[in-house]
């Protein structure tokens, strides 16, 4: 699937502003961002439930969308799992999962057989007759995912699914959505506003906000080398602060001075000294700092046990405005109010002025 | 806390016996009343009554009859209703509020006024036929005179309460059903036909108990279609024979009303066995379905809905107006022959039709200003109240309504036959009984909007006034009267509507000086005077759909759901 320069309007706002990606053949793409971000209306647009603005999508090799010019969802070859499963009441689950196929007017023996398999598939084998009132709240899942995978579309659509799962059904969830991927091969888009179900799940993960694409890259790249001060706050709290650089870039790194402290910094290719660069820093970029080791003074502001480690938050006497976390195994020399002295590890240079990074 | 909590707890139990109070006089009395009277006349066990109403051909003539109109109604209701509400909620066919309004209006325009329409529409008579020259010959009957025609008007008549009712179902639809549907490659009609109607099938059951239930109460159109051909219905028979026996066959008309009472109670019932049997119900917030787009078919769609419009309201209306403007029975509406006297008539010279006007519009008023102050008190007990006996109190408030008209006017005539005891007055032959009947048979018809906009506010803006230190009465006068009041005023008005052109109850319990206008519509037509009936009923339908556009003016203020004919 192809998305080139999607725009959509409702009235004055723009709920998307020139989204282009492209999802390969078999790709697992993740669309992460916070709600309100537009994830939702790309997902609808690409199903066909939304008309597009400006620009046009693309689903094996045929424009399935442009202004003015639609293909109905019906005639997409595209499966979607809802958040609330959206699995018709009044049929049994056999008969939910058989409903694409009667309509494509597969035969009764063919039907039978393709149900069965696809029950088989999510495990779910023998359950055909059950209403889909009776099924817990993960074999519904499951119930949605078999419904979608029977009419083998071109493409699927994951709408937040584990959204209204518990944490530990989410787990399993997760693990059965990969082996899925895995078996099937099917091209995958997965809307989720959950970053731990992104990382664990897609090849690449789209970031957005505020309807546009701050960067579409593999998970370990956007986690590592986020290409904009969004990405770099919204995944894991990541740490945004202001550096000097010292060097231009060789092999990948330079050298920088934050908060006081030298330090090397890893960066993209061609990163030169300039004014107001930040660096990205990590939990786990930051440590106290040993005896006559270069670090800076500050005062702990707050320490969150969370079992076996505490989250502790820090205030820099040069900068009391910044916060800087990090992650303090077990046991705890820190209390809040205490004076302490970190240190920072490494970081990531974020390039200049990007707003848009397609680093994959 | 020590001293005002038994105060707290005095205003609620005063609250809670004013309730139960209205409840047990407008509802369960009456009930309670016809009851004695069909097993225990005069207070000993007998069933005389019901022997001799088993064994007259004429009632179980009569009672064919009002399954047969009553079935037929309400198939016609649902082919029509159904089909208008899948074509409004379903599609991208635009002026849907006009579209509703109109469709609606039939609904809010009194049956008898309906049925005079038609009959001025099609009969030998007819000044519209008689404009293209296509009238049958004066003295051949007028082909609504039969069973037919009674079906026709009253599916035309309640296909506006299906509409209302599958609409509103349609919007509890979750997109997501229709939408994983599509995504399987269903087309536009596969969806309607396997998922969307399936879906609907519920709510379309339930429509169809509502109904039948009010089909087989009408009196208005088989009063005015059944009568002239002989083709009796349970409430005309009562009619019939109370008017020619006056109160000693009060016995007998009893156990006649109590026969439609329980096939109103089978209706009801089969829909709530067929409900629970197939609970489709969907639980989840979600927004309803896109519209189709219907392409190059929405002008063609668009004009033929305003063809239905035209067929089922503009022509009658027209039919009515041409009759009202003619000098006499069977004259050409040309230019010379087109007047204004039959309505100077009735406004101005008929003595009756000028009492009705005033009793009409003062029982109303009083029915609306008691309903709409009874209304807030009896919804915050329902709509907020936690004991289980509440759900009991809320089935014997529709009761009266639910029941057809004629039921309860029976009853109204047993309770008030004899003067009331200790006091010694006497509400029988008064314009005081139709006004305890109207109280009894609209209180719902507020209560049921407010019980819906109590459902709509966050309980918590109360809570917080009480933890403020407000007592309850203090707390419904400042907090809560305010916040239901829009609800409660237009369901108010709804009343008022509906009681202004009422007929059915009045018609069995008028008497002379207290006329009410459905009376005299019926007595002009009865008395072959169509010019003078049609008049007043143009008047009515008037004032009705000036309301309807006039209440509209406020429709922004209210809460969703309150005013049917608003989208």
């Known amino acids: 699937m192809t998305i080139r320069g999607l725009t959509k309007t409702f009235g004055a706002v723009d709920a998307l502003k020139d989204v282009s990606l492209e999802v390969k053949p078999g790709e697992f793409l993740a669309v992460l961002g916070p709600s309100g971000c537009g994830k939702t209306t790309l997902l ?36 979607i799992v809802f958040q609330n499963y959206a699995l018709w009441p009044h049929m049994s689950v056999a008969e939910n999962i ?9 035969a009764a023996g063919e039907r039978k057989r393709r149900i069965e398999e696809a029950l088989s598939v999510v495990s779910l084998s023998g359950m055909g007759d059950r209403s889909p009132g009776s099924l817990s709240g993960g074999q519904r899942q499951r119930v949605a995912l078999a419904r979608c995978l029977v ?3 071109a493409l699927v659509l994951f709408d937040e699914p584990l959204a209204n799962l518990d944490v530990h059904l989410r787990a399993s969830m997760e693990d059965e959505f990969a082996a899925f991927h895995k078996r099937t091969g099917t091209t995958v888009v997965y809307i989720t506003h959950d970053q731990a179900e992104a990382m664990a799940l897609a090849d690449r993960i789209a970031v957005m906000d505020h309807g546009r694409i701050m960067q579409l890259a593999a998970p370990q790249t956007i986690y590592h080398e986020p290409a904009n001060e969004m990405v770099a706050r919204f995944i894991s709290h990541g740490m945004v602060i202001p550096v000097t650089m010292r060097t231009s870039e060789r092999n990948g790194t330079c050298e920088a001075d934050i908060l006081g402290q030298p330090i090397t910094l890893r960066c993209s290719t061609g990163e030169a000294p300039r004014s107001g660069a930040v660096v990205c820093c990590r939990a786990e970029d930051v440590r106290p700092a040993k005896d006559n080791e270069p670090g800076f003074d500050g005062t702990i502001k707050r320490v969150v046990y969370q079992g076996g480690v505490a989250r502790i938050d820090f205030a820099p006497a040069a900068a009391p405005d910044l916060n800087i976390h990090f992650v303090q195994p077990d046991p705890q020399p820190f209390a809040a109010g205490d004076s302490a002295r970190l240190c920072f590890t490494g970081g990531w240079l974020i390039p200049e002025n990007t707003q848009t990074g397609n680093s994959a | 806390m020590g001293v005002s909590a038994p105060e707290g707890q005095g205003q609620r139990m005063a609250l809670t016996a004013m309730v139960v109070a209205v409840i047990v006089v407008f509802s369960l009395m009456p009930m309670l009343r016809l009851l004695q009277e069909i097993v225990l006349p005069g207070g000993h066990f007998s069933l005389a009554a019901v022997g001799k109403g088993l064994g007259d051909p004429v009632v179980w003539r009569a009672t064919m009859n009002s399954l047969v109109v009553g079935l037929g109604g309400t198939a016609l209701a649902l082919v029509l209703g159904v089909l208008v509400a899948f074509i409004v909620g379903l599609t991208d066919i635009r002026m849907t509020q006009a579209l509703v309004l109109c469709f609606v209006t039939p609904l809010m325009i009194a049956p008898q006024v309906t049925a005079l329409a038609w009959l001025q529409l099609f009969g030998p008579s007819s000044a519209l036929l008689h404009l293209f020259g296509i009238a049958p010959p004066l003295g051949t009957p007028n082909p609504l005179y039969s069973a037919g025609g009674i079906m026709a008007l009253l599916g035309i008549q309640y296909s506006p309460l299906v509409f209302l009712v599958v609409r509103a179902g349609m919007r509890r639809l979750p997109r997501e059903l229709v939408e994983a549907a599509k995504a399987s490659g269903a087309g536009p009609f596969r969806v309607a036909g396997t998922i969307i109607l399936p879906l609907m099938t519920p709510v379309i059951v339930g429509a169809a108990a509502l109904t039948f239930v009010s089909c087989v109460g009408n009196f208005g159109i088989p009063a005015f279609l059944g009568i002239p051909a002989n083709y009796l219905v349970l409430p005309t028979l009562i009619f019939q024979r109370l008017a020619g026996g006056g109160p000693a066959v009060l016995s007998d008309v009893a156990f006649l009303s109590v026969i439609i009472g329980v096939i109103a109670m089978a209706g009801i019932f089969l829909q709530d066995f067929y409900s629970r049997r197939r609970d489709f119900r969907i639980t989840t917030a979600s927004l309803p379905p896109e519209p189709y787009a219907l392409g190059r078919w929405r002008l063609p769609l668009e004009l033929s809905m305003i063809a239905l419009i035209a067929v089922i309201l503009v022509l009658p209306i027209c039919g009515l107006l041409m009759t009202s403007l003619v000098r006499g029975y069977g004259v050409m509406l040309t230019t010379d022959t087109i007047t204004l006297d039959n309505y100077r008539f009735i406004l101005f010279e008929h003595a009756a039709s000028r009492r009705a006007f005033l009793n009409s519009f003062s029982l109303s008023i009083a029915v609306a200003i008691f309903a709409v102050f009874v209304a807030v008190p009896v919804g915050y007990v329902i709509a907020w109240g936690k004991a289980r006996w509440i759900k009991w109190l809320s089935v014997s408030v529709e009761l009266p309504y639910a029941l057809p008209g004629v039921v309860l006017a029976i009853a109204s005539l047993l309770l008030f036959l004899k003067p009331l005891p200790v006091l010694g007055v006497q509400l029988y032959n008064t314009v005081w009984i139709i006004l305890f009947a109207y109280l009894a048979r609209f209180l719902v018809l507020s209560v049921r909007p407010t019980v819906n906009a109590y459902a709509q506010i966050d309980r918590s803006l109360e809570e917080a006034a009480e933890v403020a230190g407000a007592r309850l009465f203090t707390r419904l006068r400042t907090i809560v009267f305010p916040l239901v009041a829009p609800a409660a005023i237009a369901g108010g008005i709804l009343v008022f509507m509906t009681a202004l052109s009422e007929l059915t109850v009045s018609a069995l319990l008028w008497s002379s000086g207290a006329e009410t206008l459905g009376v005299v519509i019926f007595s002009f037509e009865q008395g072959g005077d169509s010019k003078y009936a049609s008049a007043l009923s143009a008047v009515v339908v008037a004032i009705t759909f000036l309301m309807m556009l006039g209440v509209n003016l406020f429709a922004r203020k209210l809460p969703s759901g309150v005013l049917p004919w608003r989208d």
């Open chain 1, 44 to 79: 609808r647009m690409i199903a066909g439930f939304e008309t597009v603005s400006f620009g046009e999508i693309e689903i094996e090799g045929e424009v399935v969308s442009r202004p003015g010019y639609e293909v109905p969802p019906n005639r997409r070859r595209i499966g």
């Open chain 1, 98 to 106: 058989g409903y694409s196929l009667k309509v494509a007017k597969i």
């Open chain 1, 151 to 153: 009419a083998e579309p």
